[in-house]
């Protein structure tokens, strides 16, 4: 499969009335992995999460089901969060963690998000300050899964004083670092960390073939279209990268930036001319 073909069944898929965000995140991985079957990964996901309802009690509280969903995932098969290679690309990849059942905290929230609606168990992502949890749509209470550490359960005032370790002060916990991420935000943060492992570790190509996709999900995102500029310009692709370039600065003609990104032009300008 080349990326064109991987790109466009991505594109059709973040453009259905309602995203499946499995298969939309195996198609994203498809340019890495040309040769992923996603259907073989979706039916591994449909038979975990058979075997999770074969376990559930009969009184079905949150807690109970997240009970059962942590001991399968993290207790039977291993999945873990990879501390030691946390920069490891593999860990951004779906078919990866499953594979190899570890991953960072998005993508193993992605699993174990897959295997709960599975089960009638809906839960949503959340982009708390620092770290990505999941959290259950129960009315009643508020409470917070970390499948990162194997499933830990945190309520408020534990997300506090996680916060409060991150940052370094006492933070207070606010209503929107419980928003429920949509599908495209979901999708777009497992990208920017790809972005940031290629760009960190000199692999423009890869960084634009993630970028590509990030543009696909918001076409108007101005500073991943300077970046992608600034990876073609590290390939020598002087065309692509005066082309990304040129439409940022039209479009951001007073960023901080903008100054550098003139002075990287007239650079390209120069070169071409002698």
Same mark, same amino acid.
């Given at each position: 499969?080349?990326?064109?073909?991987?790109?466009?069944?991505?594109?059709?898929?973040?453009?259905?009335?309602?995203?499946?965000?499995?298969?939309?995140?195996?198609?994203?991985?498809?340019?890495?992995?040309?040769?992923?079957?996603?259907?073989?990964?979706?039916?591994?996901?449909?038979?975990?999460?058979?075997?999770?309802?074969?376990?559930?009690?009969?009184?079905?509280?949150?807690?109970?089901?997240?009970?059962?969903?942590?001991?399968?995932?993290?207790?039977?098969?291993?999945?873990?969060?990879?501390?030691?290679?946390?920069?490891?690309?593999?860990?951004?990849?779906?078919?990866?963690?499953?594979?190899?059942?570890?991953?960072?905290?998005?993508?193993?929230?992605?699993?174990?998000?897959?295997?709960?609606?599975?089960?009638?168990?809906?839960?949503?992502?959340?982009?708390?300050?620092?770290?990505?949890?999941?959290?259950?749509?129960?009315?009643?209470?508020?409470?917070?899964?970390?499948?990162?550490?194997?499933?830990?359960?945190?309520?408020?005032?534990?997300?506090?004083?996680?916060?409060?370790?991150?940052?370094?002060?006492?933070?207070?916990?606010?209503?929107?670092?419980?928003?429920?991420?949509?599908?495209?935000?979901?999708?777009?943060?497992?990208?920017?960390? %790809? $972005? +940031?492992?290629? @760009?960190?570790?000199?692999?423009?190509?890869? /960084?634009?073939?993630?970028?590509?996709? &990030?543009?696909? *999900?918001?076409?108007?995102?101005?500073?991943?279209?300077?970046?992608?500029?600034?990876?073609?310009?590290?390939?020598?692709?002087?065309?692509?990268?005066?082309?990304? %370039? $040129? +439409?940022?600065? @039209?479009?951001?003609?007073?960023?901080?930036? /903008?100054?550098?990104?003139?002075?990287? &032009?007239?650079? *390209?300008?120069?070169?071409?001319?002698?």
């Amino acid at each position: 499969m080349n990326f064109s073909t991987a790109s466009q069944r991505f594109y059709a898929e973040i453009h259905q009335p309602q995203i499946n965000l499995a298969r939309a995140a195996l198609y994203l991985a498809q340019a890495e992995y040309p040769q992923l079957q996603v259907e073989v990964y979706l039916e591994q996901l449909d038979s975990m999460a058979a075997e999770v309802a074969t376990r559930l009690p009969a009184a079905a509280y949150p807690l109970r089901i997240i009970q059962a969903l942590n001991q399968y995932l993290f207790k039977d098969l291993g999945f873990h969060g990879n501390s030691g290679q946390y920069y490891d690309p593999r860990n951004s990849y779906l078919n990866s963690v499953l594979d190899r059942r570890m991953g960072i905290p998005i993508t193993l929230s992605l699993v174990y998000l897959e295997i709960a609606q599975r089960i009638g168990f809906p839960m949503v992502g959340i982009n708390m300050p620092g770290h990505f949890l999941i959290r259950p749509l129960v009315a009643e209470m508020q409470l917070f899964v970390d499948p990162f550490h194997q499933g830990e359960v945190l309520f408020v005032e534990d997300c506090e004083e996680r916060l409060g370790q991150i940052f370094g002060r006492p933070v207070t916990f606010r209503p929107e670092f419980a928003a429920a991420v949509s599908p495209q935000q979901f999708l777009a943060r497992m990208l920017g960390n %790809l $972005k +940031q492992i290629y @760009t960190s570790q000199n692999e423009p190509a890869r /960084a634009i073939a993630v970028i590509d996709r &990030l543009l696909l *999900l918001f076409p108007d995102s101005l500073p991943d279209q300077r970046d992608r500029g600034l990876m073609h310009y590290r390939l020598g692709q002087w065309t692509s990268a005066r082309r990304d %370039l $040129k +439409q940022y600065l @039209t479009q951001a003609p007073s960023a901080r930036d /903008a100054d550098s990104i003139r002075t990287l &032009l007239q650079r *390209l300008q120069n070169a071409e001319a002698e």
